[in-house]
């Protein structure tokens, strides 16, 4: 299979980064790369779905980088993952998996997950500022985006099943394999979950998650992990404030230390980094010099500024979130300029280890391996929201009464960067709008 024909079917089967992005894959496919990566880092406290995955399927995740290699004509291929990780599947540091793959023993830190941070931890190599990875000679592809590329090949499976975890303040955690769109209030009954007044429901991990409404969310292609946590952990009772009161409290309570900087694991990559200076700038006008505050673009969002280095609970992402909205509104990106990037000498010594962090931001009693169920449970109904993805959302080709399988297309891709979805349930269509598709069965 040569590489439009793979970047075809991928397309076709709607598949996206499943580590949270959503980046449309077909796309991020590119000739010029010399080495795969496989994301199997799992970046977050908490979230066990990689590691089951490979556990149970590590054949699927090795086909699809194999076959995903060939087309690309890559011949060096890594398996990122953590060595705490790798020591439960029973795989070291070296070890050949496949033809093209061997294991990359990662460190055991915060946040490996992020791939400019993962191709320096494997290659040794800066990706340059405001860049993506392919200039550098590298793809990075999750492990779960590679199973979904095997399950296309050699079965013709669109995606339309997720592997979630589902842990936190609950009494057992699990990780479970579902239906895209399946409606989080029905997956919490299934199992038996209330959710205590006191506790919040996070969609992806502690640091980088969001707060959302169980009532009314439903499991989309990039759901990893569902976290009830109490709102009175200081990472939760963030989330929940309104960006006013953050920005607030940056403006009074920053003593410009610098620690937030000096521990950015970007910034020590050599990446133009600065968030005690953007937060030292949040309470100018930035919008007047919008040019001044590019670089907030070069932010991952990971939060070692706010979770790990600030003794004054400010969060420099959140006015880096700010920036990053005034900096869309008037169309500016960073601009590499071709200064060299210098790594600094301290970042291997800077690293943030997983116990660590876990600790510091109050989630480490709740971190127990889950229980797996990749059982064929099925949800009454799914809605498949049409934009499960970056870019511009899917467009419905169903109307209210067809018949459906699982499988078929239900929305089509919308122009330029967009992707397909597809129904994950045999069913009728109960309900259609331009934002989302459900499906009774």
Known sequence: MNIQELKKLMADSGDVGAGGAGFPSSIKLSEGADTLIINA??????????????????????????????AAGIQNGFLGVKKHTAERLGIQHDQQLSKHVKVYALPDAYPMGDEIILIYEVLRRVVTPGTLPITSGVLVFNVETLYNVEQAVDHGYPVAEKWITIGGKVKEPYVLRVPVGT??????????????????????????????????????????????????????????????????????????CT?????????????????????????????????????????????????????????????????????????LRYQHKGEPVKVSPERDYRLLPNERFKTKIGVAPFDRVPTL????????????????????????????????????????????VSAMIHSSIDGKVVAVDDQSVTIGR
């Open 41 to 70: 880092a799992e970046c977050e406290p908490l979230l066990y779905t990689d590691y089951f995955l490979m556990k149970k399927h590590m054949d699927r995740v090795l086909k699809g980088a194999e076959v995903l290699m060939e």
């Open 183 to 256: 409606p989080i209030a029905q997956l919490l009954k299934r199992l038996n979950i209330e959710i205590p007044e006191d506790c919040a429901m996070i969609n992806g991990g502690p640091a980088m998650g969001t707060v959302i409404d169980p009532k009314t969310a439903v499991v989309t292609k990039t759901t990893k992990g569902l976290l009830i946590l109490p709102k009175e952990l200081p990472i939760i009772a963030g989330k929940l404030s309104s960006n006013r009161a953050v920005l607030s409290r940056a403006s009074s309570a920053c003593c410009q």
């Open 373 to 416: 169920d990749d059982s064929a449970w099925l949800p009454e109904f799914v809605t498949l929201p049409m934009r499960q993805h970056v870019g511009a959302p899917a467009v419905p080709v169903v109307k209210v009464g067809d018949m459906v399988k699982k499988g078929d297309v239900v929305g089509q891709a919308g122009k330029g």
């Open 259 to 331: 620690l937030c900087t000096e521990m950015c694991p970007r910034a020590l990559l050599g990446y133009p980094l600065e968030p005690h200076r953007a937060v030292r700038s949040a309470t100018h006008h930035v919008e007047e010099n919008p040019e001044d505050f590019v670089t907030a673009t070069l932010c991952s969002g990971c939060g070692v500024c706010e979770l790990a280095a600030c003794c004054q609970e400010i969060s420099p992402r959140r006015v880096f979130q700010e920036m990053k909205g005034i900096l869309a509104k008037n169309g």
